[in-house]
T-cell receptor
Framework: NAGVTQTPKFQVLKTGQSMTLQCAQD?????MYWYRQDPGMGLRLIYYSASEGTTDKGEVPNGYNVSRLNKREFSLRLESAAPSQTSVYFC??????????FGAGTRLSVL | GENVEQHPSTLSVQEGDSAVIKCTYS??????FPWYKQELGKGPQLIIDIRSNVGEKKDQRIAVTLNKTAKHFSLHITETQPEDSAVYFCAANNFGNEKLTFGTGTRLTIIP
């Protein structure tokens, strides 16, 4: 029972490079989320998708794009990475209630 | 929008003692208050939650209390054990709303 799977676990980028963070869930959840976690700032919502085919901005969407590829998969893309995007990124999903289930995270460093 | 403040940012307690983490929220419409635990190298995991129609909820050694009038809620861990060492996040939203607003986290260290 995998739950929420994020790839890769670690990534180092140079400023200006692009990359896509992948997230997949096998719980048949409708909603999916992308957060970033920075020291002293908790979890901040980047984008979310309430259902397949819809996406909405969260608290800190600038510099990111998302794609809800299907019900299982929700990807986060950095088109031109900046040092300020160095962070730990978490994907989460939830069913109809309020409990969010998180992946193990992707630790990203932008040099 | 909702704003959640969490204190303290770090907390160290002797094994066997109790730990208390406090959060305040700003939006009076919020009615759902979960607590998540994040162990090292892992994602956050829900440990307990409370809705605004109750003032306290317990689950073995952990409990959450809610004061709607003062807009604050707290996590209480009794008889702490080494495996309680982790980062704890409080959160708030209006139940059914897609977005949770998280506090900034508390790093709890249990001293053997």
């Amino acid at each position: 029972n995998a739950g929420v799977t994020q790839t890769p676990k670690f990534q180092v980028l140079k400023t200006g490079q692009s990359m896509t963070l992948q997230c997949a869930q096998d719980m048949n959840h409708n909603s999916m989320y992308w957060y970033r976690q920075d020291p002293g700032m908790g979890l901040r919502l980047i984008y979310y998708s309430a259902s397949e085919g819809t996406t909405d901005k969260g608290e800190v969407p600038n510099g990111y794009n998302v794609s809800r590829l299907n019900k299982r998969e929700f990807s986060l893309r950095l088109e031109s990475a900046a040092p300020s995007q160095t962070s730990v990124y978490f994907c989460a999903s939830k069913a109809g209630g309020n409990i969010q289930y998180f992946g193990a995270g992707t630790r990203l460093s932008v040099l | 929008g909702e704003n959640v403040e969490q204190h303290p940012s770090t907390l160290s307690v002797q094994e066997g003692d109790s730990a208390v983490i406090k959060c305040t929220y700003s939006d009076s419409a919020s009615n759902y208050f979960p607590w998540y635990k994040q162990e090292l190298g892992k994602g956050p995991q829900l440990i307990i939650d409370i809705r605004s129609n109750v003032g306290e909820k317990k689950d073995q050694r952990i409990a959450v209390t809610l004061n709607k009038t003062a807009k604050h809620f707290s996590l209480h861990i009794t008889e702490t054990q080494p495996e309680d060492s982790a980062v704890y996040f409080c959160a708030a939203n209006n139940f059914g709303n897609e977005k949770l607003t998280f506090g900034t986290g508390t790093r709890l260290t249990i001293i053997p």
